[in-house]
């Protein structure tokens, strides 16, 4: 099934709009910051956090300049996030492309990815939406602190799953949150209907995330990320946090140890990934995202009236779980 088709289809013209929109904030005439960002640009991307602001302010009412300049807002404030993510991370590749830092250096890296916050600012700021912009602002305080927790998390031995969820409803789970809630807030929701918006966004987030964290277990291509990467940067995720909590191997928790320490190798990560598929790591995270995903769609059963709207919502749900990139 041609899931993006069906989730663009009642958002099409103004999806478009906004890519221009976006592309246009995304540039600048200067050689260095200007290739820089044009290199950014050349990832694309199937723009789902704007479609989902989109769809939920077509819920409430209408796709509005201020519906507009929120999303480019919030898709610039997760972009320089991710450009600045890379250089903590001292990641060499995003999405199949060479990072920022890569290409260039930590230093370029580190201005390109503040010029990119400063113009996201200055999207929110033509919004004259005063919950929007104070939204947004604590949407970038929030992406930061979880990222701090991630990095602080990689030093604690506990093997949490909570502590997980703590990290992704901070992260991955926030900007999905903040685009249900901004889009009905655009649309006109009135303040519960904004609350439970907010929390469908949520559990979309925290699906997409799960979805992401399996990926890791499998070589890919598409993604550019190769089996154990987030292992090789300290992180344990919900398929091994599972296996390693339900089955009491002492030589896996050894190795989910050299994990957080950053002293495992390719041989031993292989072997952590295969003590996870082999003992239900996958299956589980896949039956929570399932748990997450009936309740996303009793949100819309209850929620949304409209039928193109409905159907576009229904098809993202189900995109997001069963993705393959």
Do not use: W
Request: charged share 25%.
């Amino acid at each position: 099934m041609d899931y993006l088709s069906i989730i663009k289809q009642p958002i099409q013209k103004d999806l478009d709009d906004f890519i221009a929109l976006f592309q246009s904030a995304l540039s600048h005439k200067d050689g260095m910051l200007g290739s820089a960002l044009s290199h950014i640009r050349q990832r694309g991307g199937k723009r789902m956090r704007p479609i989902l602001m989109m769809l939920m302010a077509r819920n409430f009412g209408d796709i509005s300049a201020v519906t507009q300049h929120s999303a480019v807002g919030l898709e610039l404030l997760h972009t320089a996030s991710l450009v600045h993510d890379d250089v903590v991370d001292e990641s060499d590749e995003r999405r199949g492309q060479a990072s920022v830092n890569a290409s260039y250096n930590n230093k370029v890296a580190v201005l390109v990815g503040d010029y990119i916050l400063s113009t996201a600012l200055l999207h929110v700021s033509f919004t004259g939406h005063q919950r929007i912009i104070e939204y947004l602002a604590e949407l970038g305080r929030t992406l930061a602190a979880g990222e701090i927790l991630q990095l602080s998390n990689i030093q604690n031995q506990a093997i949490s799953e909570e502590v997980y969820y703590d990290v992704i409803k901070q992260k991955t789970a926030a900007l999905f949150e903040a685009c249900a809630a901004i889009g009905a807030m655009s649309g006109g929701a009135t303040q519960e209907e904004m609350l439970k918006a907010k929390q469908f966004g949520q559990y979309l987030g925290i699906m997409f995330q799960i979805r992401d964290d399996i990926f890791d277990y499998f070589d890919s291509k598409e993604i550019g990320k190769p089996t154990g990467n987030d292992m090789t940067e300290g992180k344990l995720t919900l398929p091994v946090i599972y296996a390693l909590n339900n089955i009491d191997f002492e030589s896996m928790h050894t190795l989910a140890r050299k994990v957080k320490a950053g002293t495992i190798n390719p041989d031993e990560i292989a072997v952590l990934v295969e003590f996870t598929k082999q003992h239900g790591g996958i299956d589980y995270a896949e039956q929570k995202m399932a748990d997450f995903s009936k309740v996303c769609l009793q949100y819309i059963d209850e929620n949304v009236k409209e039928k193109a709207i409905k159907e576009s919502l229904t098809a993202y749900v189900d995109y997001v779980v069963q993705r393959n990139y």
